[in-house]
């Protein structure tokens, strides 16, 4: 069975500065996806970024980055520059290789940025 | 706009009664799933549905059901409501390619009173 866990339920952070969510997983899957969503107070869930077990460098995308560590099982996602609309609930989820693997999410963490 | 459209966006019923909630997947996907996040909880896994035969099941109370159609619309029947099935009710769907992510739904909130 697949888990993730994110231990931050709330943080806080200036405006410009950089922050770092965490995230653990675990599974037996050798072969599997990390995701982060994120879901800010209108509710919907909005994908951030992506990476592969199987990938080598760490996902990138715009001021969003993971920071992937396999042997630690870890996938924390670090925000660059923040903003005061990344004010938001951030969850990391995983998915393994099988089609009836369905996506399992953390309890998520509420960033607050502050101006 | 994700391309996964849900309707309702709002729906408030009373105890005891029976709801369906609809869903529309991004064109070309052939998987739907559906999920339930309860008021500060994160997202549950209901169940998922492939091209639609029922793929995999998660939490799923035996008062709720699904189904999706050869159209690929899905739809979430919860019957027999109670107060504790508030929650919002988020669809999404996938391609085949195993390790993508999901797009999601704006979600159905659902109100029980």
């Known amino acids: 069975a697949q888990k993730i866990t994110q231990t931050q339920p709330g943080m806080f952070v200036q405006e410009k500065e950089a922050v770092t969510l965490d995230c653990t997983y675990d599974?037996?899957?050798?072969?599997?996806?990390l995701f982060w969503y994120k879901q800010p107070s209108s509710g919907e869930m909005i994908f951030l970024i992506y990476q592969g077990s199987y990938d080598e460098q760490n996902a990138t995308e715009g001021r969003y980055s993971l920071n992937f560590q396999k042997a630690r099982k870890s996938a924390n996602l670090v925000i660059s520059a923040s903003q005061l609309g990344d004010s938001a609930m951030y969850f990391c989820?995983?998915?393994?290789?099988?089609?009836?693997?369905?996506?399992?999410f953390g309890k998520g963490t509420r960033l607050s940025v502050i101006a | 706009d994700s391309g996964v459209t849900q309707t309702p966006k709002h729906l408030i019923t009373a105890t005891g009664q029976r709801v369906t909630l609809r869903c529309s997947p991004r064109s070309g996907d052939l998987s739907v799933y559906w999920y339930q996040q309860s008021l500060d909880q994160g997202l549950q896994f209901l169940i998922q549905?492939?091209?639609?035969?029922?793929?995999a099941k998660g939490n799923i109370l035996e008062r709720f059901s699904a189904q999706q159609f050869p159209d690929l619309h899905s739809e979430l029947n919860l019957s027999s409501l109670e107060l504790g099935d508030s929650a919002l009710y988020f669809c999404?769907?996938?391609?085949?390619?195993?390790?993508?992510?999901?797009?999601f739904g704006s979600g159905t909130r659902l109100t029980v009173v």
């Open positions: 999404a769907s996938s391609s085949d390619r195993l390790l993508y992510g999901y797009t």
């Open positions: 599974t037996s899957d050798q072969s599997y996806g």
């Open positions: 549905y492939y091209n639609g035969e029922e793929r």
């Open positions: 989820a995983m998915r393994g290789p099988s089609g009836n693997t369905p996506l399992v």
